[in-house]
């Protein structure tokens, strides 16, 4: 049988990566592919009870600011760890493509360019935790402060989870960290322009999913 593909979405808040992690999964399903569509952190039941406590803001730790970034970083490696193991690798295996709104550049961005932890250590982590998995690609989508912000108050309104929430200046690193590991790795990064219509980023989307056939 043959192996499955493995597609991460990644990419600042009000990217439109849950959007294009759809469409693309309609096209994909469209052209005869089994398809699966899971998100970071989650996609099994203890993933997602990970997820919980990562992000909702009545979770535990808010009177004293949320999760210090080792801790952050040890919750994220445990939920994809359960993920991995328990459908992302099993899927892969069956033949099925998978496609993931974050993955592990995600960590790498928001709890080491947003946190300040060393990318080697978020690295071991991802090596004892996943056995070092990393997508067949990883679409980057890229969308301007002044867009993303337009699209997070559209989205979300005043309801930020604690992440989305943090401060402008937190966020620009993590997307500053995010152009430097697709920089580092352009085998494996497709960066994708998301400011336009969301058919013109699907498109470019398709375009660079073609390097998979």
Same mark, same amino acid.
């Given at each position: 049988?043959?192996?499955?593909?493995?597609?991460?979405?990644?990419? !600042?808040?009000?990217?439109?990566?849950?959007?294009?992690?759809?469409?693309?999964?309609?096209?994909?399903?469209? #052209?005869?592919?089994?398809?699966?569509?899971?998100?970071?952190?989650?996609?099994?039941?203890?993933?997602?009870?990970?997820?919980?406590?990562?992000?909702?803001?009545?979770?535990?730790?808010?009177?004293?600011?949320?999760?210090?970034?080792?801790?952050?970083?040890?919750?994220?490696?445990?939920?994809?760890?359960?993920?991995?193991?328990?459908?992302?690798?099993?899927?892969?295996?069956?033949?099925?493509?998978?496609?993931?709104?974050?993955?592990?550049?995600?960590?790498?961005?928001?709890?080491?360019? !947003?946190?300040?932890?060393?990318?080697?250590?978020?690295?071991?982590?991802?090596?004892?935790?996943?056995?070092?998995?990393?997508?067949?690609?990883?679409?980057?989508?890229?969308?301007?402060?002044?867009?993303? #912000?337009?699209?997070?108050?559209?989205?979300?309104?005043?309801?930020?989870?604690?992440?989305?929430?943090?401060?402008?200046?937190?966020? #620009?690193?993590?997307?500053?960290?995010?152009?430097?590991?697709?920089?580092?790795?352009?085998?494996?990064?497709?960066?994708?322009? !998301?400011?336009?219509?969301?058919?013109?980023?699907?498109?470019?989307?398709?375009?660079?999913?073609?390097?998979?056939?």
């Amino acid at each position: 049988m043959e192996q499955g593909r493995f597609i991460a979405f990644e990419g !600042g808040e009000g990217a439109g990566k849950s959007t294009q992690a759809r469409l693309l999964a309609e096209a994909l399903r469209a #052209a005869g592919r089994e398809v699966v569509v899971t998100r970071e952190p989650g996609g099994t039941a203890g993933a997602e009870a990970i997820r919980k406590l990562l992000l909702d803001t009545a979770g535990p730790n808010v009177e004293d600011g949320g999760w210090l970034p080792r801790a952050e970083a040890l919750l994220f490696a445990a939920a994809r760890s359960d993920h991995v193991e328990r459908l992302i690798r099993p899927a892969l295996a069956a033949g099925q493509w998978v496609v993931c709104d974050r993955f592990l550049d995600s960590s790498r961005a928001y709890q080491g360019g !947003g946190g300040g932890l060393a990318d080697a250590d978020l690295l071991d982590l991802h090596r004892v935790g996943s056995l070092g998995l990393l997508p067949d690609l990883t679409l980057l989508i890229e969308v301007s402060p002044e867009e993303a #912000a337009a699209r997070i108050a559209h989205r979300d309104g005043d309801e930020a989870d604690r992440i989305g929430g943090r401060p402008a200046e937190y966020h #620009a690193r993590v997307g500053a960290a995010f152009r430097g590991l697709a920089a580092q790795d352009p085998g494996r990064f497709a960066v994708i322009d !998301g400011n336009g219509p969301r058919e013109a980023t699907q498109a470019a989307i398709l375009a660079a999913v073609e390097r998979l056939a």
